[in-house]
């Protein structure tokens, strides 16, 4: 019998669209959303991409265990990988793997008839080469300013420390055609923007038959029109040839917003790493993107401490990053995962190295932050704004194409409609504040 439940969401972008499409699916059933508890289910979507990630969704298990939800349902990543590790946690009722995702709808109803005492029973496959791309949602997934849209799934590039080619399998595709309409359909509903997301976006279309490309796929929802704006998550560095640059670079359709996983800049952890490429071609296209989109906005990620990462190493990574123009750095420190190679490496590097390395280089993307944000003051964006005001300020929000969230005053029903807001100030922490124009 349907009831109330809850999503909670660890890890990518991908997660995020996967929650959300079994949330709408759900709620074609019968089933009511809702924010927190008390609910009767909650539906739990994992991530495992690191050790510290599995221990988060660990924690998050046993939250809504303590905080009395009546059933809970375990799924993704982490659940894919350890699946037992999850059903032994108290207050489990099932877990789910990957490709099973899309019978959640159903199989929650089976749960009424789980008497509970022993772990959870497990409804998850060994990871398959003949996965096929799964949307899990048929319909059009929104309830955001800024949709996501997953078009690609898994990865063949296994990373020395990633496990998630193990979780997720090998790298398929929606098919374009599919993307056009879903696409179409977001813009139909009303959306200003869709956010293209995969695991390896950069390898979208070549499972397909005829094989596609990512640059192909965005030259065709340019070329339709159907949509003001799209957004494309993370693509890796070694992607990014020509056609690619001029698809994300020549479509003012395309938002100014390029976020790259560099990893390191140093080519021998690089090598270590088995990431294809070199510090200096990331500077390059650094350099390339943002000569060629004036403001955009280009964000790293970097992995701190991978094992035999020296303190000269570091300093390289450290110097590449300080020398690029960039709007942001996400930094990530290194924990081993087990069942990936990294994890049995030589030469770890000691956890309170890793802290000063990560300390030091976020201390270097809040000054890359403020510097890259000092250059809009006094400028104006036209854009939606969010649905939410924001919770710390209560102002209204706008986002901009190169990814500036700024705040401002207004009255509740200019949410969700388009406002042309000037940049007037960047506060503490890289708060960016407006006024309506
Ligand atoms: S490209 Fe590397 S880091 Fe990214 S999902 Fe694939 S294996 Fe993991």
């Known amino acids: 019998m349907p009831g109330s439940f809850t999503t909670v969401t660890l890890g990518c972008k991908v997660n995020q669209y996967e929650s959300e499409a079994l949330a709408h699916r759900l709620v074609a059933e019968g089933w009511r959303r ?23 969704s660990r924690q998050a298990v046993r939250r809504a265990a303590r905080q009395g939800a009546r059933r809970i349902l375990v799924t993704g990543c982490y659940a894919q990988v350890e699946p037992e590790a ?34 959870a029973p497990l409804v998850v496959s060994p990871r398959s080469a003949a996965w096929s791309f799964d949307a899990i949602c048929d319909a059009v997934v929104g309830g955001r300013t800024r949709p996501l ?18 979780a997720r399998g090998r790298s398929r595709s929606m098919p374009g055609d599919d993307v056009l309409a879903r696409v179409a359909a977001l813009g139909a509903a009303g959306y200003h923007e869709v956010v293209l997301t995969g695991i390896h976006l950069g390898r979208y279309g070549r499972d397909l038959a005829p094989p596609a490309t990512l640059a192909g796929l965005l030259r065709r929802i340019d070329t339709a029109g159907a949509i003001p704006r799209f957004r494309v998550s993370s693509i890796e560095p070694q992607e990014f040839d020509a056609a690619l640059i001029g698809a994300l670079t020549g479509s003012p359709r395309c938002c100014r917003h390029f976020h790259v ?9 690089l090598r270590r790493m088995g990431r294809p490429y070199t510090g200096s071609e990331v500077s390059d296209l650094v350099l390339t993107l943002t000569r060629a989109v004036p403001g955009a906005g280009v964000g ?29 750095l996400h930094v990530f420190p290194f924990s081993p995962r087990s ?29 890359k932050r403020l510097d890259f944000c000092r250059q809009f003051v006094g400028q104006q964006f036209t854009f939606p704004v969010e649905g939410r005001r924001d919770p710390r300020s209560g102002l209204l929000k706008i986002v901009t194409d190169n990814y500036l969230p700024v705040l401002f005053e207004g009255p509740d029903a ?23 124009d």
């Open 149 to 166: 849209l997953k078009i690609q799934d898994g990865c063949d590039a296994f990373c020395a420390y990633c496990i998630v080619p193990y």
């Open 261 to 269: 996983p560099l990893q390191s800049g140093d080519d021998e952890i």
């Open 300 to 328: 790293l990620d970097v992995l701190v401490g991978f094992p035999g990462e020296t303190e000269a190493a570091f300093e390289r990574t450290y110097q590449l990053a300080a020398g690029l123009p960039l709007a942001y």
């Open 34 to 56: 809702t924010d927190g508890p008390p609910v009767d289910l909650c539906l739990i979507n994992t991530c495992t991409v690191t050790g510290r990630a599995a221990m988060q």
């Open 414 to 436: 200019l949410r969700e409609t388009t406002v042309t807001v000037r940049i007037e100030a960047v506060g503490r922490g890289a708060s960016l504040t407006g006024h309506l």
């Open 339 to 367: 069942g990936t190679p990294a994890a049995r490496m030589p030469d770890p590097v000691p956890d309170a190295v890793i802290t000063r390395r990560c300390a030091r280089l976020r201390g270097l993307g809040q000054r």
């Open 86 to 119: 999850l059903a032994a946690i108290d207050g489990v009722d099932l877990v789910v793997g990957h490709s099973e995702k899309h019978r959640i709808p159903s199989l929650v109803n089976d749960l009424e008839h789980r008497t509970g005492g022993g772990p």
